[in-house]
């Protein structure tokens, strides 16, 4: 091992050996150098973190963990308080009282999801009809109790009211703990809010809520029925914007009456949904139009493609609202008597009928066979396409299918709020964890402001759910986080990846940084050295 | 031309009128066929709608339709006109031009619109809804009509249709043009759909993008307006669609299966046989006459289909613009009208079947060589049988670059006035892209033949908005006249400006479309009155210069009369300095280089130590390697030592064995 390095230090001073060593230098020139070198360090680090402040990317403090809780369902439990009062004029107070205890009870025990509750309340005895409709916004039913021959119940078709009557002798005395009455009242209550309950269930279970809050008993089969329910109908928006279109094969007919039909038929539905949505209409008349299928018979399969989207003028509405079509098609063909699935007998009745069907989430078309001959479409034939575009409108809007019509669109102010609520908190989560996910990614201040708008309104939302003012903020809440997710100018950044910097500074950088290092080396290598030498020659100091 | 005009006039007076008492007639389609000299033919189709405002307004669409009406009424334009154009109109053979020019634009798209606004900004913000969305609707590039191809004109169009006198106020006039658009058949199928009977019957069922935009020239084009009947009826929006194409007969005649041009066989030639060189073998070609022979479906591949049945069943629904002396030969059920006008005649067709019109090859007259009439006479006869002389147009413009190199150049364009005994005053509208910076000072207009000193007389008023860099074009709009039978060059010069280097399209080398200048004839009422203010005005349009545009342009809506005529010229390919793409990487690759030799060199300077040169360690590639070799020599020799000692390990192992 010691031998080789004999050797070469044996070269090394035979190579020295013809030159003169350099004269030694002064202490001055080595203290000046080393300013130099350091002078040029200290620049360098003072602009190191200009460089760093100049050329990073802007990211906003977004409230990351609270947007996940969100997200997760931590941060709010929808709770769907449903205040129903009692109008028990014939009975005594004191009974009244026990009634609503003993029905509230009942309800409590069937009751097995907590996020929809139903609370009982009395009205006071002098109510009068129109008082009551007055508070509509806090009630969502009146249950008016009136003394019959036996116990029956019928729903208003006009107003939420469920008449019931009872047999006299059904009145729970006051000590009694329970009553076939109460019991009956609670369970018609259940059944009518059964498929809210379910819809709101299936809203909850289908993000990702937390399971303590799930509901328990969602069938698989109920689960589907309203999968395939809420995939028909359209994302929920404040304007729809309604398209009926007359399509014909051949030139004739080239007119309808269109506008009185709509008057007629449609517009007291529109009315009665203006409330949680508006309406704008178009109409038009499209001649030569030839479907997308040609046989004669349309089978199932068929349907889908009958529209044919290449050539007829179908483009939706400019402006911010969602188009819904209603396709009137004059030709001979029909729908063939296999068509309607038989698997799910709710489809056959609701959505396939001899001459029309919906396509989920764009519209209806309905086939109308005319004489060959007429040029006209008239107000009377007219009236069954109407009518049947009437009811697909409330499919796609995804108002429920059974009850009453206000108790329906009450209900659809609920479902809609709490499907607003929920899709904005996903989209916030979704926006987190993408920040997270792309640590380059710029995110501007107008991000972390909608988020903490949206925030700010779902914090809203989650108390006053159930009400007009829920939806209004779930509502603007979801703009603002659909606002914030879709920011034009986050996007921009994604594209300019690590590799290019690379490719920029290390040409520039490269031929500045190695003489700057060596530098620094050199000084640190000569300081080693006059430190060892020191302490050589302090021990030999020592030894002398 | 103004035959075509008044024939047509007529024909469509006669349809209002008849509209009048049939209500249901909104509908309205016409087919105007013109032989034109040089084997042409020029293709006129016409397609006319109508919807009651109210109807319009409560968005009930029939014949009107609803993806346009949607977009109008989304974005406040109470007046538009689209125009698709491809090709160039030889006006020196061709003549005038069909609908006196008011149907057509530059090459490219061209789209000016009147939009209801109470600010400009507001305007600008409904002009971008709308080039966007129509071009959405129309597959065409109309969403890059930005604010730098935007300008406002001030004297060049008026509105066509009837406005109310409280909109009027409020309108805007936007007007926007993108000379590098192709126009292709992804634009026809959309203007097609447009029709109330799609392209499946009637006269637009000859339409296809193969014969459409293989012809040497053509125009579509769209225009929405409202419309007032004079009686005080209700207010009518109509939209007026209308395809011009002028047709190369030999061309189009081409089988689609086996298109390679052929030569003509030797008698089928038509030779002037006045030239002292004609014989049997030899020919010169008369070109104006020859291929005057087609039928429809030679000439668009496809007959008729029937009519379209909404049509108003008073308008023919085909017309035909050849001397009554041709015989022409139509499908069985058709009904030929003449028109009476000796150059006209019309075309009733059965609404089912199917229409075949077929001009057969025009027949010499025997007689006259045999009464030994000259050659050159036959020759006029001929030409006069066959043909409907075209009618000379008030002007005729050419535009072409001058100047060399890469920085300036300039402009100038060629106004001949034909007429003989009428001068013509016109307004000539150029919209320049920004990066061609133009010298106004040095805008000159001559009469050809006089001395080239700049003449007074000629240019009348200037209205001129400059350009800003990268946010507005220029405009130029100049309101002059050419005297009878003399030829005016107007010239400027320019400034080319150096681009960014995103500014540069895909193929920058090829060089960017100058729009095509617009030319409005004043019609020659209009002209003495506005001649009187003369002074005003150009003092005015100095004035009225940038800032105040659109308040004078508000103030000016009414001063001149519907346009007489117009006519575009070509547009100009205007090739800019181009930069080598690589810049950026040899910028950063120079950058680098110079940075390491300045830096590196002075930081040496600053930091090494001066020795004499025996007195440092020896520099150069020999002590380096020999300082090499001995650090290696260790580890080489300790390598060596161990390999050797287990060999001998190893045979010592097997000797145990």
Same mark, same amino acid.
């Given at each position: 091992?010691?031998?080789?390095?004999?050797?070469?230090?044996?070269?090394?001073?035979?190579?020295?050996?013809?030159?003169?060593?350099?004269?030694?230098?002064?202490?001055?020139?080595?203290?000046?150098?080393?300013?130099?070198?350091?002078?040029?360090?200290?620049?360098?680090?003072?602009?190191?973190?200009?460089?760093?402040?100049?050329?990073?990317?802007?990211?906003?403090?977004?409230?990351?963990?609270?947007?996940?809780?969100?997200?997760?369902?931590?941060?709010?439990?929808?709770?769907?308080?449903?205040?129903? $009062?009692?109008?028990?004029?014939?009975?005594?107070?004191?009974?009244?009282?026990?009634?609503?205890?003993?029905?509230?009870?009942?309800?409590?025990?069937?009751?097995?999801?907590?996020?929809?509750?139903?609370?009982?309340?009395?009205?006071?005895?002098?109510?009068?009809?129109?008082?009551?409709?007055?508070?509509?916004?806090?009630?969502?039913?009146?249950?008016?109790?009136?003394?019959?021959?036996?116990?029956?119940?019928?729903?208003?078709?006009?107003?939420?009211?469920?008449?019931?009557?009872?047999?006299?002798?059904?009145?729970?005395?006051?000590?009694?703990?329970?009553? $076939?009455?109460?019991?009956?009242?609670?369970?018609?209550?259940?059944?009518?809010?059964?498929?809210?309950?379910?819809?709101? $269930?299936?809203?909850?279970?289908?993000?990702?809520?937390?399971?303590?809050?799930?509901?328990?008993?969602?069938?698989?089969?109920?689960?589907?029925?309203?999968?395939?329910?809420?995939?028909? $109908?359209?994302?929920?928006?404040?304007?729809?914007?309604?398209?009926?279109?007359?399509?014909?094969?051949?030139?004739?007919?080239?007119?309808?009456?269109?506008?009185?039909?709509?008057?007629?038929?449609?517009?007291?539905?529109?009315?009665?949904?203006?409330?949680?949505?508006?309406?704008?209409?178009?109409?038009?008349?499209?001649?030569?139009?030839?479907?997308?299928?040609?046989?004669?018979?349309?089978?199932?399969?068929?349907?889908?493609?009958?529209?044919?989207?290449?050539?007829?003028?179908?483009?939706?509405?400019?402006?911010?609202?969602?188009?819904?079509?209603?396709?009137?098609?004059?030709?001979?063909?029909?729908?063939?008597?296999?068509?309607?699935?038989?698997?799910?007998?709710?489809?056959?009745?609701?959505?396939?009928?001899?001459?029309?069907?919906?396509?989920?989430?764009?519209?209806?078309?309905?086939?109308?066979?005319?004489?060959?001959?007429?040029?006209?479409?008239?107000?009377?034939?007219?009236?069954?396409?109407?009518?049947?575009?009437?009811?697909?409108?409330?499919?796609?809007?995804?108002?429920?299918?059974?009850?009453?019509?206000?108790?329906?669109?009450?209900?659809?102010?609920?479902?809609?709020?709490?499907?607003?609520?929920?899709?904005?908190?996903?989209?916030?989560?979704?926006?987190?964890?993408?920040?997270?996910?792309?640590?380059?990614?710029?995110?501007?201040?107008?991000?972390?402001?909608?988020?903490?708008?949206?925030?700010?309104?779902?914090?809203?939302?989650?108390?006053?759910?159930?009400?007009?003012?829920?939806?209004?903020?779930?509502?603007?809440?979801?703009?603002?986080?659909?606002?914030?997710?879709?920011?034009?100018?986050?996007?921009?950044?994604?594209?300019?990846?690590?590799?290019?910097?690379?490719?920029?500074?290390?040409?520039?950088?490269?031929?500045?940084?190695?003489?700057?290092?060596?530098?620094?080396?050199?000084?640190?290598?000569?300081?080693?050295?006059?430190?060892?030498?020191?302490?050589?020659?302090?021990?030999?100091?020592?030894?002398? | 031309?103004?035959?075509?005009?008044?024939?047509?006039?007529?024909?469509?007076?006669?349809?209002?009128?008849? /509209?009048?008492?049939?209500?249901?007639?909104?509908?309205?389609?016409?087919?105007?066929?013109?032989?034109?000299?040089?084997?042409?033919?020029?293709?006129?189709?016409?397609?006319?709608?109508?919807?009651?405002?109210?109807?319009?307004?409560?968005?009930?669409?029939?014949?009107?339709?609803?993806?346009?009406?949607?977009?109008?009424?989304?974005?406040?334009?109470?007046?538009?006109?689209?125009?698709?154009?491809?090709?160039?109109?030889?006006?020196?053979?061709?003549?005038?031009?069909?609908?006196?020019?008011?149907?057509?634009?530059?090459?490219? %798209?061209?789209?000016?619109?009147?939009?209801?606004?109470?600010?400009?900004?507001?305007?600008?913000?409904?002009?971008?809804?709308?080039?966007?969305?129509? +071009?959405?609707?129309?597959?065409?590039?109309?969403?890059?009509?930005?604010?730098?191809?935007?300008?406002?004109?001030?004297?060049?169009?008026?509105?066509?249709?009837?406005?109310?006198?409280?909109?009027?106020?409020?309108?805007?006039?936007?007007?926007?043009?993108?000379?590098?658009?192709?126009?292709?058949?992804?634009?026809?199928?959309?203007?097609?759909?447009?029709?109330?009977?799609?392209?499946?019957?009637?006269?637009?069922?000859?339409? =296809?993008?193969?014969?459409?935009?293989?012809?040497?020239?053509?125009?579509?084009?769209?225009?929405?307006?409202?419309?007032?009947?004079?009686?005080?009826?209700?207010?009518?929006?109509?939209?007026?669609?209308?395809?011009?194409?002028?047709?190369?007969?030999?061309?189009?005649?081409?089988?689609?299966?086996?298109?390679?041009?052929?030569?003509?066989?030797?008698?089928?030639?038509?030779?002037?046989?006045?030239?002292?060189?004609?014989?049997?073998?030899?020919?010169?070609?008369?070109?104006?006459?020859?291929? /005057?022979?087609?039928?429809?479906? /030679?000439?668009?591949?496809?007959?008729?289909?029937?009519?379209?049945?909404?049509?108003?069943?008073?308008?023919?629904?085909?017309?035909?613009?050849?001397?009554?002396?041709?015989?022409?030969?139509?499908?069985?059920?058709?009904?030929?009208?003449?028109?009476? =006008?000796?150059?006209?005649?019309?075309?009733?067709?059965?609404?089912?079947?199917?229409?075949?019109?077929?001009?057969?090859?025009?027949?010499?007259?025997?007689?006259?060589?045999?009464?030994?009439?000259?050659?050159?006479?036959?020759?006029?006869?001929?030409?006069?049988?066959?043909? %409907?002389?075209?009618?000379?147009?008030?002007?005729?413009?050419?535009?072409?670059?001058?100047?060399?190199? /890469?920085?300036?150049?300039?402009?100038?364009?060629?106004?001949?006035?034909?007429?003989?005994?009428?001068?013509?005053?016109?307004?000539?509208?150029?919209?320049?892209?920004?990066?061609?910076?133009?010298?106004?000072?040095?805008?000159?207009?001559?009469?050809?033949?006089?001395?080239?000193?700049?003449?007074?007389?000629?240019?009348?008023? %200037?209205?001129?908005?400059?350009?800003? =860099?990268?946010?507005?074009?220029?405009?130029?709009?100049?309101?002059?006249?050419?005297?009878?039978?003399?030829? %005016?060059?107007?010239?400027?010069?320019?400034?080319? +400006?150096?681009?960014?280097?995103?500014?540069?399209?895909?193929?920058?080398?090829?060089?960017?479309?100058?729009?095509?200048?617009?030319?409005?004839?004043?019609?020659?009422?209009?002209?003495?009155?506005?001649?009187?203010?003369?002074?005003?005005?150009?003092?005015?349009?100095?004035?009225?210069?940038?800032?105040?545009?659109?308040?004078?342009?508000?103030?000016?809506?009414?001063?001149?009369?519907?346009?007489?005529?117009?006519?575009?010229?070509?547009?100009?390919?205007?090739?800019?300095?181009?930069?080598?793409?690589?810049?950026?990487?040899?910028?950063?690759?120079?950058?680098?280089?110079?940075?390491?030799?300045?830096?590196?060199?002075?930081?040496?300077?600053?930091?090494?130590?001066?020795?004499?040169?025996?007195?440092?360690?020896?520099?150069?590639?020999?002590?380096?390697?020999?300082?090499?070799?001995?650090?290696?020599?260790?580890?080489?020799?300790?390598?060596?030592?161990?390999?050797?000692?287990?060999?001998? =390990?190893?045979?010592?192992?097997?000797?145990?064995?």
């Amino acid at each position: 091992m010691t031998e080789p390095t004999v050797v070469a230090g044996a070269v090394i001073a035979s190579d020295k050996s013809t030159r003169k060593p350099p004269p030694p230098e002064k202490a001055s020139d080595v203290r000046r150098r080393t300013w130099v070198i350091l002078s040029f360090w200290f620049i360098v680090l003072c602009l190191l973190p200009i460089w760093w402040r100049t050329t990073t990317i802007y990211r906003a403090n977004l409230p990351l963990d609270e947007m996940l809780e969100w997200a997760d369902g931590k941060a709010c439990r929808p709770v769907f308080p449903l205040r129903i $009062s009692i109008q028990a004029d014939a009975l005594q107070e004191q009974e009244a009282q026990n009634l609503l205890r003993l029905t509230q009870h009942a309800l409590d025990d069937l009751n097995d999801f907590s996020g929809h509750h139903l609370r009982l309340q009395l009205s006071p005895p002098s109510t009068v009809e129109h008082q009551s409709r007055d508070r509509d916004d806090d009630t969502a039913l009146i249950i008016r109790l009136v003394p019959g021959e036996f116990t029956s119940s019928t729903l208003d078709p006009y107003a939420p009211i469920l008449d019931i009557t009872y047999p006299p002798n059904t009145i729970p005395s006051p000590t009694s703990s329970s009553s $076939s009455l109460a019991a009956y009242v609670a369970s018609q209550l259940r059944t009518t809010f059964a498929e809210e309950q379910a819809i709101i $269930s299936y809203l909850l279970s289908t993000n990702s809520m937390p399971t303590e809050h799930r509901p328990q008993g969602l069938t698989p089969e109920a689960a589907e029925s309203l999968s395939k329910r809420t995939t028909r $109908s359209l994302k929920y928006a404040p304007t729809y914007h309604l398209t009926f279109s007359l399509f014909t094969s051949g030139p004739l007919p080239s007119s309808w009456d269109i506008e009185a039909a709509i008057d007629s038929y449609m517009r007291p539905v529109l009315d009665v949904l203006s409330p949680i949505h508006n309406f704008t209409i178009d109409t038009q008349v499209q001649l030569y139009a030839s479907p997308g299928v040609q046989s004669q018979i349309l089978n199932k399969e068929d349907l889908s493609s009958f529209v044919n989207a290449a050539e007829w003028p179908l483009s939706p509405s400019i402006g911010g609202a969602p188009t819904i079509n209603f396709i009137l098609f004059v030709g001979n063909q029909t729908i063939g008597s296999t068509a309607p699935s038989s698997d799910n007998p709710d489809d056959a009745t609701n959505i396939t009928t001899t001459s029309s069907w919906l396509l989920p989430q764009w519209g209806t078309v309905y086939l109308l066979s005319l004489p060959p001959s007429s040029p006209h479409v008239s107000l009377a034939t007219l009236k069954q396409p109407l009518l049947t575009f009437t009811s697909h409108l409330l499919s796609l809007t995804g108002t429920p299918q059974s009850g009453s019509l206000p108790l329906r669109l009450s209900t659809l102010a609920r479902i809609r709020s709490a499907d607003l609520l929920l899709r904005a908190s996903s989209t916030l989560g979704s926006l987190a964890r993408l920040s997270l996910a792309l640590p380059s990614i710029a995110i501007p201040g107008s991000v972390a402001d909608g988020v903490q708008k949206t925030m700010a309104h779902l914090r809203l939302a989650c108390e006053t759910l159930g009400g007009a003012e829920g939806l209004a903020h779930a509502r603007i809440a979801e703009a603002e986080a659909e606002r914030a997710f879709f920011e034009k100018s986050m996007v921009g950044q994604l594209y300019f990846p690590d590799e290019h910097k690379i490719a920029v500074y290390l040409p520039l950088l490269g031929p500045m940084a190695v003489p700057l290092a060596m530098g620094l080396l050199n000084i640190v290598k000569e300081w080693t050295k006059r430190r060892r030498e020191k302490k050589e020659r302090g021990v030999e100091k020592k030894n002398v | 031309m103004r035959r075509f005009l008044s024939f047509i006039f007529v024909s469509l007076l006669s349809s209002c009128f008849i /509209q009048s008492t049939t209500a249901s007639a909104d509908y309205h389609e016409q087919l105007v066929l013109r032989p034109l000299p040089l084997s042409a033919l020029l293709a006129s189709f016409n397609f006319r709608s109508n919807t009651t405002l109210s109807a319009f307004e409560a968005h009930n669409f029939r014949f009107f339709p609803r993806s346009l009406g949607q977009i109008l009424q989304h974005a406040g334009t109470r007046e538009l006109h689209l125009r698709f154009s491809l090709g160039r109109w030889d006006a020196e053979s061709w003549g005038a031009r069909p609908w006196d020019g008011a149907r057509e634009g530059g090459t490219g %798209v061209e789209l000016w619109a009147w939009l209801e606004a109470e600010t400009d900004d507001e305007a600008d913000h409904k002009w971008l809804t709308l080039t966007n969305a129509l +071009s959405g609707l129309f597959c065409a590039s109309l969403n890059f009509i930005d604010g730098t191809r935007t300008t406002r004109p001030v004297m060049s169009f008026q509105p066509e249709g009837d406005h109310p006198n409280s909109t009027v106020t409020n309108m805007h006039l936007l007007y926007g043009v993108l000379p590098h658009e192709v126009v292709c058949t992804e634009n026809l199928t959309p203007f097609l759909k447009l029709l109330p009977c799609k392209g499946k019957a009637g006269i637009a069922s000859l339409l =296809d993008g193969h014969k459409l935009f293989d012809a040497s020239w053509q125009s579509m084009a769209i225009d929405v307006r409202p419309v007032c009947p004079a009686d005080g009826g209700e207010c009518v929006l109509e939209i007026e669609q209308t395809i011009d194409m002028v047709l190369d007969i030999e061309r189009s005649k081409r089988p689609r299966g086996n298109p390679i041009p052929r030569p003509l066989p030797g008698h089928e030639l038509h030779c002037n046989s006045s030239k002292p060189y004609h014989a049997g073998d030899t020919c010169f070609p008369v070109d104006s006459i020859a291929h /005057q022979d087609w039928s429809l479906s /030679q000439l668009f591949g496809k007959t008729i289909k029937g009519t379209c049945p909404l049509t108003d069943p008073n308008t023919p629904p085909v017309c035909l613009q050849v001397p009554d002396s041709r015989a022409v030969s139509i499908s069985e059920g058709a009904v030929e009208k003449k028109n009476g =006008d000796r150059v006209s005649r019309c075309f009733d067709i059965p609404p089912e079947a199917d229409f075949e019109l077929a001009l057969p090859r025009p027949e010499a007259p025997t007689s006259p060589p045999a009464q030994g009439e000259s050659e050159d006479g036959i020759q006029l006869l001929i030409e006069e049988e066959v043909l %409907v002389k075209p009618e000379t147009p008030l002007l005729y413009a050419e535009r072409s670059f001058t100047g060399h190199g /890469q920085e300036r150049g300039g402009v100038q364009t060629i106004l001949r006035n034909p007429s003989p005994d009428t001068a013509v005053e016109f307004i000539y509208m150029e919209s320049l892209p920004w990066f061609m910076r133009i010298y106004l000072h040095t805008m000159a207009a001559r009469v050809e033949g006089q001395a080239s000193h700049d003449n007074p007389s000629l240019i009348h008023e %200037v209205y001129y908005r400059p350009a800003v =860099d990268r946010a507005r074009g220029t405009q130029l709009e100049v309101r002059m006249r050419v005297p009878p039978a003399s030829t %005016v060059f107007l010239t400027y010069d320019f400034e080319k +400006s150096i681009l960014r280097y995103t500014e540069y399209p895909p193929d920058a080398n090829r060089g960017f479309d100058v729009a095509a200048a617009v030319i409005t004839i004043l019609a020659p009422g209009s002209g003495s009155e506005s001649s009187e203010s003369d002074g005003a005005g150009a003092g005015a349009g100095a004035g009225a210069g940038a800032g105040a545009g659109a308040g004078a342009g508000g103030g000016q809506q009414r001063r001149f009369a519907a346009a007489a005529y117009s006519l575009r010229t070509t547009s100009l390919l205007c090739s800019l300095p181009t930069p080598d793409f690589s810049m950026p990487y040899n910028v950063i690759i120079f950058t680098s280089t110079a940075i390491a030799l300045c830096f590196g060199g002075m930081f040496n300077i600053l930091v090494r130590r001066f020795v004499a040169a025996d007195e440092g360690p020896k520099v150069g590639l020999g002590p380096a390697l020999t300082k090499l070799g001995a650090r290696l020599r260790p580890a080489f020799e300790r390598l060596v030592r161990r390999k050797g000692r287990r060999g001998v =390990d190893g045979v010592g192992g097997e000797k145990d064995l």
